[in-house]
């Protein structure tokens, strides 16, 4: 009986243990190996279709994500996942039209209805009128000045309603202007100290350095996470201040990518663009918390976060 239990221990343990080296084995694989990215862009010719190929792999491209593009019209979405593929969006501009015949039939049906209730709105309004009109020929003379003085009692209490409702938007419209007058001093008072409080956070030495930091770490990595790109394209454009000002960019950006990349601008052959774009990288997750972790840990960093946040409050 003890060598059984004892068995059943030894096989959980071994079990509890795999899973264990497993679980590690995973962080430590989502930790160091990189994830890979690939950009392919294509157009061999001047009228040749432009497509692009875009990858993002990891693990031995166990785990993927493609997307395929070609001329804009089609697109292709897909990834895969321990070698098993599963497509996500495909799109066609080859798919049929819808006709809208029965949309037009029931506009005509719906202009069909309008017609008729606007003859029986015409019926309505004749029958009225006719019985309004035997009506005050069936009134009486005495009735008439009964209804007269009436009216004439009506008409002042409506000048003095009127009356009272002008002063009394008048009333509300002053408190209105008060009370905005108020806020408007209040929001300006407010806007003062943020100014003081900002001119204060900028001046500030450690602020300062914190800042550094934080720009030192991104550009990091930048280059951490810098793609190799190799590219060959030939463009033109027939208006020379857009070429200028193309060339002039490129002219400044010379050094980052004048090692795998040619360029031949053309200025005779009106607008146009052809050639070939790649670009690769990769993307390791423990170098990106690793430089993190050192922001975080910086004391200049600490002190920029907490000054942050009592302007924010």
């Known amino acids: 009986m003890l060598y059984v239990i004892l068995n059943i221990l030894k096989i959980a343990g071994i079990i509890i243990l795999s899973l264990l080296a497993f679980i590690l084995l995973l962080i430590i694989a989502l930790l160091f190996v990189p994830v890979r990215y690939k950009v392919n862009a294509i157009k061999p010719t001047v009228d040749g279709d432009f497509k692009v190929n875009i990858t993002v792999s990891w693990l031995l491209q166990l785990f993927a994500f493609c997307f395929r593009l070609k001329n804009k019209d089609e697109q292709k979405m897909y990834i895969r996942i321990l ?11 080859d798919k049929p039209k819808k006709t809208k015949k029965k949309k037009k039939n029931k506009k005509n049906q719906s202009n069909d209805d309008i017609t008729y209730t606007e003859a029986e709105d015409e019926t309505a309004g004749s029958i009225k009128n006719e019985s309004i009109e035997e009506d005050k020929e069936d009134n009486h003379p005495e ?13 002042n209490q409506k000048k003095q309603n009127k009356f009272k409702s002008v002063v009394n938007k008048i009333e509300d419209s002053v408190v209105k202007i008060r009370k905005t007058i108020k806020k408007a001093t209040s929001s300006v008072k407010t806007i003062k100290n943020k100014a003081q409080k900002l001119y204060s956070f900028a001046n500030d030495g450690n602020n300062k350095k914190g800042m550094k930091k934080i720009v030192s770490s991104f550009l990091e990595i930048l280059k951490k996470i810098k793609p190799k790109v190799t590219a060959s394209v030939h463009f033109g454009f027939e208006d020379p201040y857009k070429m200028g000002k193309i060339l002039s960019v490129l002219g400044i950006l010379y050094p980052i990518y004048a090692k795998n990349t040619d360029i031949y601008p053309e200025f005779d052959n009106g607008d146009f663009y052809y050639g070939t774009v790649l670009v690769k990288g990769k993307i390791r997750i423990f170098t990106l918390l690793l430089i993190c972790f050192k922001l975080y840990r910086d004391k200049n960093f600490k002190y920029l976060y907490n000054n942050y946040k009592e302007i924010k409050k």
């Open 143 to 155: 009735d008439n000045d009964i209804v007269n003085e009436g009216a004439f009692e009506g008409d």
């Open 83 to 93: 070698g098993i593929k599963k497509r996500l969006r495909n799109k066609d501009n």
